[in-house]
């Protein structure tokens, strides 16, 4: 059993940009990671914890999926979304796609993914399937993971099987463009200033820059909330910094989107946003390193300045989109 659809196989530093790379590219689409991130206004902010949890969630972009729903309505793509809770019907659909010449994209966990360097578990990973050969799925992952990686269709159907928090029932997705595709570039204003509305008008107080805000202060309790603080604030930093959770990696993201769109919008607001996120970027990696630090017997004061940097991070990322949210038609 054998079907490989040919793909560039490029991977980026977040996986749901990395896999709509792929099925864009198959589609004659090439755009950057960045504004792939940007124009399906990916970036929000939030804190998340429960008596279920073991440590304080921190997400630094939107829900799994939101941002591929944004992209594809945003450039007038057909979007075909299938979720099943029937392994046998799963695999049936990722089939039918490849065999008929499509790459395929898959929500899964990645805990189960035999390549994957953090066993952790996130039900929220999205990778790029492009086919199967002996008894492997060939899949695009980040860069991280090593790009074009595989794993065996056992462990595959594990990943995708699995439940828990952002998990989906065996979702599978596949990106269609029109015969003329509308130029991107027109939808750069909307997207920042959706995004920057969702940001300056959370819901709720865990969500944009209130919850950066609420994330001030509460990490300076975190090493009691920790059940083992040498192991769990130093994991909490990886994955701030590393995956992106609550940290650098998609506010670097956003700061490349917009320093791509000052290329192609002439905006003072635009520009100020722009320079208002490089600085965010560059606080976000020192309060990983803080929280880093703090898993030492001795880190308590670590919290204590890595609340004072939040505080000033969600006055920052307030004023970047107070400016963002003024950009005009």
């Known amino acids: 059993m054998s079907t490989v659809v040919e793909v560039e196989a490029r991977g980026g530093q977040h996986c749901e940009t990395t896999a709509l790379g792929v099925l864009l590219r198959h589609e004659g689409i090439d755009l950057s990671e960045p504004m792939l991130f940007g124009l399906g206004a990916g970036l929000s902010f939030v804190y998340w914890d429960g008596k279920a949890m073991d440590f304080p969630f921190l997400g630094g972009r939107v829900k799994p999926f939101e941002l591929t729903r944004n992209l594809a309505d945003r450039l007038g793509l057909d979007l075909v979304v299938r979720e099943t809770a ?3 019907k799963a695999w049936e659909n990722v089939r039918a796609a490849v065999e008929g010449g499509r790459p395929v994209g898959l929500q899964l966990d990645s805990h189960h993914l035999e390549y994957f360097t953090s066993k952790a578990h996130f039900a929220g990973h999205v990778v790029a399937l492009y086919g199967y050969r002996d008894g492997r799925a060939l899949l695009v992952d980040t860069e991280q993971q090593g790009g074009a990686v595989s794993t065996s269709l056992t462990s595959l159907a594990e ?8 998990a989906a029932r065996h979702r599978s997705f596949t990106l ?4 003329t595709v509308q130029d991107p570039y027109r939808w750069i204003v909307p997207a920042v200033t959706a995004c ?3 940001f300056l008008h959370p819901p709720i107080a865990n969500l944009g820059h209130r919850g950066i805000a609420k994330s001030a202060g509460l990490v300076r309790g975190w090493r009691e909330r920790a059940e083992d603080p040498e192991r769990d604030l130093p994991q909490a930093a ?8 609550g940290g650098a990696l998609f506010r670097n993201l956003y700061r490349d ?4 769109c000052t290329g192609l919008v002439d905006s003072d607001h635009l520009r100020t946003g722009h320079a208002l996120y490089a600085e965010a970027a560059g606080l976000w990696t020192e309060v990983a390193a803080l929280v880093d630090r703090a898993g030492a017997p001795d880190g308590r004061p670590e919290l204590d300045r890595a609340a004072l940097l939040l505080g000033e991070l969600a006055r920052i990322e307030r004023e970047a989109m107070e400016a963002l949210s003024r950009l005009g038609p």
Do not use: I, Y
């Open 159 to 166: 990943a995708r099987a699995a439940r828990g928090p952002m």
């Open 257 to 260: 989107f917009l320093a791509e």
């Open 86 to 88: 029937s392994a046998g």
């Open 238 to 245: 990886l994955l701030m910094e590393r995956a992106g959770t």
């Open 196 to 198: 920057a509305e969702a």
């Open 176 to 179: 269609t463009a029109p015969p």
